[in-house]
């Protein structure tokens, strides 16, 4: 061992120590529940630490090439410092006892995982370097995303805190961020000028979580009298509530995660990588970010989006093998999965519509892949309150939260459920079925800590598709798809936001 690694072996042994030194618990004063809490508490930190060295200490070239061995050392005993007390506090597990770690080997045997020539770990989120190694140290059912989400925190926390100093500047904001605070640099200046003037106006709103009604569609292949109440819950929920989860949904939960996991490494990249015309070779205006046309911060949203049309995935030869592939096994499932549920609808109304079939052609649709960046005010949105403009929208979304909506008047927060799939009715639906689904307000609030991320498919009809009510007397008059599109526009370029349905009504 050269004498590089011989000082980190001695940094990990005497930092394992320190980190995980603990009053002995006696063996016999625990139950077999509890021991078995004590030593999942063990691989978790274990696995934690070893990540956290790994990528500090072990691999410094695909890490952080601006810090010194020295800097290196530093960050990594006060990374691994506050691993351990923050995971103890978040978990209230006991902290393992010394002699248990023995039994585990020191990142410095471990291998690098090995990533693409482009791969920049500051860049790229350690939540997703964490699921790789999760999985291979923490091999069990408990969720790896919570771990690897606290990871993420307490890391950049740690940072600042800390104040770890390096040969060169160290950047505590990803290169991959949209420039939000400087592009909208005097929507800031004006929204504390407001505050001070209107601070004894402003009213703290909380918000109730709530779990959306949550439909089992595996009963619509059961026996006739299964199916036809699944189909009446969804027929009900999308009356009442405008939203609703499907469980037993057709999309396999590896289709899931590997679309997650493509969609972090899109984003990931450096952001002036983003905003060229060529990254992908998709569409030009694919990648969004924030609000062009907000005035004031209530109005801006602080995210970035990759619209994508169903066509340019197979069309596009720049997208990665993976990703389009991953991209096409996902649209290829929600697609089908979207037509089942709009037939249903059709029915329940009483018309057998070929409609959506003719109208909504994978041509027409669209998936756009969402990244929710921390924020650091709570006065921003991470989307603006809208609703869809379109049929029909199915979501996949992580455990983060932030997804609310409108509510018999209020808004409620839902509650992330990570097998389903959320499910929400547009305003041309709303439209078609005259008013009997509902297409509801929606939002997406932001979060100072935690990225979130989203990815969400709409049905939509061709540009000419002309829209109108299937029962009399209507409610709208009759409308094209590309009409609707320019009145959302130019109501977003004037006002500021979207007016929708009301600007069609008879």
């Known amino acids: 061992m050269d004498s590089e690694s011989t000082s980190l072996h001695q940094t990990w042994v005497h930092s394992q120590s320190c980190a995980f030194t603990s009053e002995e618990i006696s063996e016999r004063d625990l139950t077999e529940n509890r021991e078995k809490e004590r030593k999942r508490c063990t691989l978790i930190q274990v696995s934690i630490t070893a990540i956290s060295f790994h990528l500090v200490l072990v691999s410094p070239s695909l890490s952080f090439p601006y810090l010194s061995l020295n800097s290196r050392l530093q960050y990594s005993a006060v990374l691994c410092k506050y691993l351990s007390a923050s995971t103890e506090r978040r978990y209230k597990y006991h902290t393992p006892h010394p002699t248990f770690l023995l039994e585990h080997r020191s990142p410095l045997s471990l291998n690098p995982t090995p990533f693409s020539s482009g791969f920049s770990a500051h860049s790229l989120s350690f ?19 919570p771990l690897a989400q606290h990871l993420q925190v307490v890391v950049h926390w740690c940072l600042k805190e800390e ?12 290169d991959s961020d949209p420039p939000f605070e400087e592009t909208y640099k005097t929507l800031f200046e004006n929204s504390i000028e407001e505050s001070k003037i209107n601070r ?4 703290l709103i909380t918000c109730e979580e709530c779990e959306l009604p949550l439909i089992d569609i ?37 289709i899931l995660e590997d679309m997650r996991s493509e969609q972090m490494q899109v984003f990931k990249q450096p952001f002036r990588l983003k905003t060229n015309h060529q990254y992908l070779n998709l569409s030009a205006g694919c990648y969004r970010w924030g609000t062009p046309t907000a005035t004031c911060l209530s109005q801006l949203s602080w995210s970035e989006a990759f619209h994508i049309p169903l066509m340019d995935i197979s069309s596009s030869g720049g997208l990665p093998t993976t990703l389009s592939s991953t991209m096409g096994q996902f649209a290829a499932t929600v697609s089908d999965l979207a037509q089942r549920l709009v037939e249903i609808l059709a029915e329940e109304m009483g018309h ?18 969402n990244r929710y960046p921390p924020c650091p005010t709570s006065q921003i949105f991470g989307l ?18 932030g997804l609310q909506l409108v509510k018999d008047g209020r808004w409620i ?25 509902k297409s509801v307000q929606h939002r997406v609030v932001t979060n100072q800590k935690v990225e979130r991320f989203s990815t969400a498919y709409f049905l939509c009809p061709s540009y000419d598709a002309v829209i109108e009510s299937c029962v009399e007397p209507s409610l709208y008059r009759k409308f094209s798809f590309r009409e609707f599109r320019q009145q959302v526009k130019e109501d977003v370029q004037k006002l500021g936001y979207k007016v929708g349905l009301p600007r069609f009504l008879v």
Not at 384 to 401: R, Y
């Open 200 to 203: 004894a106006n402003q009213i």
């Open 127 to 145: 939540r997703h370097f964490a699921y790789r190694y999760f999985h291979i140290l923490f091999p069990t059912k408990l969720s790896v995303e």
């Open 163 to 174: 104040m770890v100093e390096s040969d060169t500047k160290l950047p505590f904001s990803m």
């Open 413 to 437: 927060a839902v509650k992330p459920n990570p097998e389903a799939l959320i499910i929400n009715i547009g305003d041309l639906f709303q439209a078609w079925s005259n008013g009997v689904y």
């Open 218 to 254: 595996g009963r619509l292949n059961m026996e006739e009298l299964e199916r036809e109440e699944c189909k009446k819950e969804i027929a009900r929920a999308s009356q009442d509530w405008g939203f609703f989860q499907v469980i037993n949904h057709g999309v396999s939960s590896e």
């Open 352 to 369: 057998k519509s070929t409609f959506f079939k003719e109208k909504c052609l994978p041509s027409t649709c669209y998936i756009r892949m």
């Open 384 to 401: 603006m309150p809208h609703t869809d403009s379109d049929f029909l929208t199915i979501l996949h979304q992580d455990q983060v939260g």
